[in-house]
């Protein structure tokens, strides 16, 4: 009998150890994302609720630093250079703090992403960007603490933080008219001289039509203000290939000239061996 009752006892006292109570957390993480334009802007925060308490002015003290959430520190991610109230920002991740007043927040972007409450010792170099938002006051009372990405347009938005009844937005700026430009700019430019070299090389390499290789290798060099060693190297197999000798051979002289210049003698060596074959030295 003690036998059976050690053994009941070590089986309960095993299965309570393993038992584990869920409950639900008082300020569940959230994870907000959306793209403006074309960045992907991701806002990692705890949501806080009032539950009868009064929020700002009391459990968020006036003219001290916050968290802007509760737990860990509410951190923003932007996936390309973003500007903030103006300021340029890099692509990156970062916390964000506010000084809460009754009339405007100031609003701390900071490099420190680990942590929770707020930084023992604060650092101004580590502020990317800081900016002072003016308090609306909204007619309802919001009971969950949640932060927004509102006004969405091209290329900008507001980032906002809504509690109790009171909304604060901060602008931010995205490039993506910059971006759009560019590409336009770029295809409308037609094939690029890299476009024009990897096909021919693809073209070459893969057996396909060899004229239009060395179509598009000359094509390639004539956009190209100094051509380099490899790059005359592969002109002058694809030309050989073509059947066109003469050109191969003096296209594997300049490259075997601009080959030694650099030093690398591993280009010397395959031009010299080309050249031999082709009965030029």
Request: net charge negative; aromatic share 12%; glycine share 6%.
């Amino acid at each position: 009998m003690k036998k059976l009752a050690l053994f009941v006892f070590v089986a309960l006292l095993t299965v309570s150890m393993e038992a584990q109570i869920d409950t639900p957390a008082p300020s569940p993480s959230s994870v907000l994302e959306q793209k403006v334009g074309l960045t992907d802007v991701t806002v990692d925060y705890s949501r806080p609720s009032m539950r009868g308490r009064t929020i700002f002015g009391d459990l968020v003290p006036y003219n001290k630093l916050w968290r802007t959430g509760a737990n860990y520190y509410t951190k923003i991610s932007f996936s390309t250079d973003v500007t903030i109230a103006g300021q340029d920002v890099k692509a990156g991740t970062y916390s964000i703090f506010t000084k809460p007043t009754a009339e405007n927040w100031e609003v701390f972007f900071y490099t420190d992403t680990q942590g929770g409450g707020v930084p023992s010792d604060w650092d101004d170099s580590k502020v990317v960007a800081k900016t002072t938002s003016p308090v609306y006051k909204m007619p309802m009372a919001v009971e969950t603490f949640t932060i927004s990405i509102d006004d969405l347009k091209t290329t900008s938005a507001n980032l906002g933080f809504i509690w109790e009844n009171t909304y604060v937005a901060v602008p931010f700026g995205v490039p993506a008219d910059a971006t759009v430009m560019k590409s336009i700019e770029t295809t409308l430019a037609g094939p690029s001289a890299r476009d024009y070299y990897i096909s021919a090389v693809y073209y070459y390499s893969e057996g396909k039509d060899i004229n239009k290789a060395k179509e598009w290798m000359e094509k390639a060099i004539s956009m190209t203000d100094e051509p380099r060693f490899w790059q005359l190297r592969q002109q002058s197999l694809i030309y050989a290939k073509a059947g066109d000798k003469k050109a191969a051979i003096e296209t594997a002289k300049k490259s075997l000239a601009k080959s030694e210049e650099a030093g690398n003698d591993d280009y010397v060596k395959m031009n010299k061996d080309s050249l031999k074959e082709w009965g030029a030295l």
